[in-house]
């Protein structure tokens, strides 16, 4: 059985995740229109199949990392979503500087969502299984007819 930590890590790990589909669609369209306008000035045709296809993609990859952290107790995967949330710091002047819109606020919610996730990777319980000797009690056996 996994401990309550990686439990907890799922739990808001996936919050923040939710939470930036959520941004993704409250801002999806200045997103494509910066894009599209950057890919004029460089010559090349990028729209909102890109921008979207990207998004898949980045979302899947994080699920992909949170699947291999949570359930295969890969500690290499546990450090990607580290370093990946640590480049996300580079973001942060952006989110609390200017107007909290709607679409800002559920960004910085789901920064912090994550930044709390990781925190529950690092608790006792969590470094135990990932080095393979849970001290969480076994899963009870399904009854039997």
């Given amino acids: ?7 907890r890590f799922d739990m808001f790990y996936l919050g923040s995740l939710a939470l930036s589909v ?3 669609f409250l801002e999806r369209d200045a997103v494509v229109a910066q894009a599209e306008a950057q890919s004029r000035a460089a ?4 729209g909102s199949g890109f921008v ?7 979302t899947a990859l994080l699920l992909l990392l949170w699947f291999l952290a949570s359930r295969k107790r890969s ?4 450090w990607i979503i580290v370093l990946l949330a ?3 710091l580079w973001g942060v002047p952006g989110l609390v500087t ?4 709607a679409a800002r606020i559920v960004s910085l919610l789901s920064f912090v969502l994550t930044w709390i996730a990781i925190y529950f990777l690092f608790r006792p319980d969590a470094k135990a299984w990932f080095a393979g000797s849970s001290t969480a009690e076994p899963e009870p056996a399904a009854p039997r007819d």
């Fill in 86 to 88: 640590v480049i996300g």
């Fill in 1 to 7: 059985m996994r401990p309550e930590s990686i439990r």
């Fill in 52 to 58: 979207t296809g990207a998004f898949v993609f980045w």
């Fill in 75 to 78: 500690g290499a995967a546990k």
């Fill in 22 to 24: 959520v941004d993704f």
């Fill in 43 to 46: 010559n090349v045709s990028l």
């Fill in 98 to 101: 200017g107007a909290f819109t």
